[in-house]
């Protein structure tokens, strides 16, 4: 997992805001889909530890300031409660917010 991903997300996190996709892998230089094969591992990885998804801070072009369908497929894969998609976003969100260093 790349240093800089994870520290753009801390500061994310912390400060309560929300990327793009494409603006977050132009930020670190990376190929879109790059971008996000690094963010669902690092969804399975906050999965494992019990720990608020990261990567629910992107947000994808055309989701209304959700993030992309592949968030929620993976997210459904891993056994989280998709039933009401916006309120587990705000959720994840909002965790990550409390537990920013």
Do not use: W
């Amino acid at each position: 997992m790349s240093d800089a991903l994870l520290a753009r997300l801390a500061t994310l996190g912390a400060a309560g805001q929300t990327i793009s996709y494409g603006a977050l892998a132009r930020d670190l230089g990376l190929r879109v889909a790059d971008l996000t094969a690094a963010l669902e591992a690092l969804m399975e990885e906050d999965a494992k530890n019990g720990k608020p998804l990261r990567a629910a801070l992107c947000e994808g072009r055309l989701s209304a300031g959700l993030p992309a369908k592949g968030f929620f497929l993976k997210a459904a894969s891993l056994g989280f409660d998709l039933s009401d998609p916006a309120a587990f976003v705000a959720s994840q969100r909002a965790a990550l917010a409390l537990t920013a260093p």
